[in-house]
């Protein structure tokens, strides 16, 4: 059932939000920082957007999502513990020995996730490789990937845009979550893949630039993917790191630990 | 042993494009290399099935994986050194981690290779496939045998890498030759010395071993087309039936058929294992037979061997 109240799936986002922060807590490690950034994105995607069964995971003609940038798995997880693929209580697993939580998204672990990720470019040429089969064999199902503004530095990247743009996969929406923050830096001082938008653009793609936080501008965003014929599109989503939790707003610092017992309180205190 | 000679890259072809009338699951990618890999001859057959992905095999190694998601049945083909190594991280976390069905087969392995030179000869590809968990690897010495390979694999579901050779070699076994994965095929019955041997170099053995009976040496070939799970029974075998070992291939004597040998033997049957092979060096430009010459790979030096230390 798709859910077309905004308020609603605020409060959905806002969930999610609050299951990544618990995730990445119980666990004392994860990357909380690129996660809060694409909450929106995937509130949206799994509630509002993708043809979806949580109850028959492997439905050949869903709609499929590749978090190319796997480290955000606790988004994914959380994402897809709300929806219903498996139960929340199996978050507070998260990256313990027992797990199917694995620190990076594993396949044939977790029921929901499309591929195992975690080495960062290689998602969108296996997006490519699913749109493609759905041209092949006339499905209608779309797919859609997430990448990181920082992962856009590795090559594979553009060697897979390229084939998105060859075989003109219309079926394929790959959102850039743009939170202009990387380990080492910000975009512009550790590598500058700026300008993304003219970037995507001269490699064949509709370019749309949305704030990647704005549940009604990412619904719009994914509309027009779906309106586009003949090409692929690529949603510039601009986003906050950290975002929905002040003190690591736009804090590179905040990329991949843990809160301690009185910042975790705080920041779920913020989240009510 | 016949006249007749053809090169395992071209029955890959051959038997890709037969593969493919059989198989619907059946598509194949490569890397702006299919007229040296032959799968140009699946391409004229099947054009809807046949993807170029250009000059980026990492790229074609993912989109592979994302196929296999979607229950197709990829090959992907390059050259050795492209898909083993320029490709690794993306066999490896997109493609052996996951467990995905791609079959990798790459042509052009070893320094038979020829005049391309080092750049292009793939002396590591055993090596850095077989330590992949989920992995199989496979290194077909003929036509008959490349050609049930190429349909056999198709009956996995799981990674499989299959090496294939440049260089035309001859036709080994007979056409109603049965072959079954994981089970090497043993020829002779001599035990003065066993050869094991993979791929390019188990016709040089089989030359070797018609030299050495001219000399009352009595030998036989042991073919490994299946390195991993390798043919634990036949290496304990052939240790205790024969008085010496030899592993031959075209490949570095660091971490290929040699060292998977003797990982067996270390731990079920400890004995003494002679590994020829390219001597952890890199390859050079030359004629394909002249390299095995000169690395050490063909039956001359096989038979030298033998003869030296017999």
Known sequence: ?272 | MNNEKKATRQSYGEALAQLGKENKKIVVLDADLSTATKTNIFAKEFPNRFFDIGIAEQDMISTAAGFATCGKIPYASTFAVFAAGRAYDQIRNSVAYPNLNVKICATHSGVTVGEDGATHQMIEDISLMRTLPNMKVMSVSDDVQTKWAVKEISKIDGPVYLRLSRLATPVLYDENKKFEIGKAVQIGEGTDCTIFATGITVAESLKAKEELKKQGINIRVVDIHTIKPIDEEIIIKCAKETKRLISVEDHNIIGGLGSAIAEVLTSKYPCKLERMGIKDVFGKSGKAEELMEYFEIDYKSIVKTILNNN
């Not at chain 1, 059932?1 to 004392?28: C, F, G, P």
């Not at chain 1, 950034?37 to 709609?63: C, G, H, Q």
């Not at chain 1, 530095?153 to 996969?169: D, T, V």
Request: glycine share 8%.
């Open chain 1, 1 to 272: 059932m798709k859910i077309t109240d905004i308020n609603q799936l605020k409060t959905i986002s806002k969930e999610i939000r609050r299951s990544i922060l618990k995730q990445v807590y119980s666990a004392n490690s994860g990357h909380l920082g690129g996660s809060l950034s694409i909450a929106d994105i995937l509130t949206v995607l799994y509630f509002n957007e993708m043809n979806v069964d949580e109850k028959n995971p492997k439905w050949e003609n869903r709609d499929r999502l590749v978090l190319s940038k796997g480290h955000c798995s606790p988004a994914l997880y959380a994402t897809l513990a709300e929806k219903g693929y498996f139960s929340k209580e199996d978050l507070k697993t998260f990256r313990n020995i027992n797990s199917n939580l694995q620190g990076h998204p594993d396949m044939n672990k977790v029921p929901g996730v499309e591929m195992t990720t975690g080495s960062l470019g290689q998602g969108l040429s296996v997006a490519n490789g699913m749109a493609i089969v759905g041209k092949l064999d006339n499905k209608s199902y779309r797919v859609y990937c997430i990448v990181g503004d920082g992962e856009i530095e590795e090559g594979q990247i553009w060697e897979a845009a390229m084939s998105s743009n060859k075989y003109k996969l219309d079926n394929l929406c790959v959102i850039i979550d743009n939170n202009n923050l990387q380990i080492d830096g910000s975009i512009e001082e550790v590598k500058n893949s700026y300008p993304i938008n003219e970037k995507f653009k001269s490699f064949g793609f509709e370019v749309v630039t949305i704030d990647g936080n704005n549940i009604e501008e990412i619904i719009k965003g994914l509309e027009k993917a779906k309106n586009t014929k003949g090409k692929p599109t690529a949603i510039i989503a601009k986003t906050v790191k950290g975002k929905g939790i002040s003190f690591m707003e736009n804090q590179v610092d905040w990329h991949g630990k843990a809160p301690n017992e009185e910042q975790y309180n705080i920041a779920l205190q913020e989240l009510n």
